[in-house]
């Protein structure tokens, strides 16, 4: 398969930033970089938040199928064995895959 991009867009729960991203960068990046696939990872906080929906956005490299990785990740979490988060605003993420042109 080539090279995949899966593009997660998230906000904190109310007034949770810092608890968020230290969730985020401490067990939630380095849960995804341990599926089989998932190549790398950047992070980015809006530059001009006015008027902007999301604050966050992550930038995952691919090399399986983002539904299979997804299917990695529920799975991980139901069972406990990745570390899921209350600080995570629950209405705010978007997921997108995309394919190189």
């Known amino acids: 398969m080539a090279r995949q991009l899966m593009v997660v867009f998230s906000n904190a729960a109310d007034g949770r930033d810092d608890e968020f991203n230290e969730w985020y960068d401490r067990a939630h990046a380095p849960d995804l970089l ?3 696939g998932v190549e790398s990872c950047q992070r980015f906080e809006v530059a001009n938040p ?3 929906t999301h604050r966050y956005l992550a930038i995952y490299e691919l090399t399986r199928d983002g539904n299979e990785i997804m299917g990695d990740l529920m799975e991980g979490m139901a069972s406990g064995k990745f570390e899921a988060s209350d600080t995570v605003d629950p209405n705010s993420a978007v997921i997108g895959f995309w394919n190189p042109r």
Do not use: T
């Open 50 to 52: 006015e008027g902007a």
């Open 34 to 36: 341990s599926i089989d």
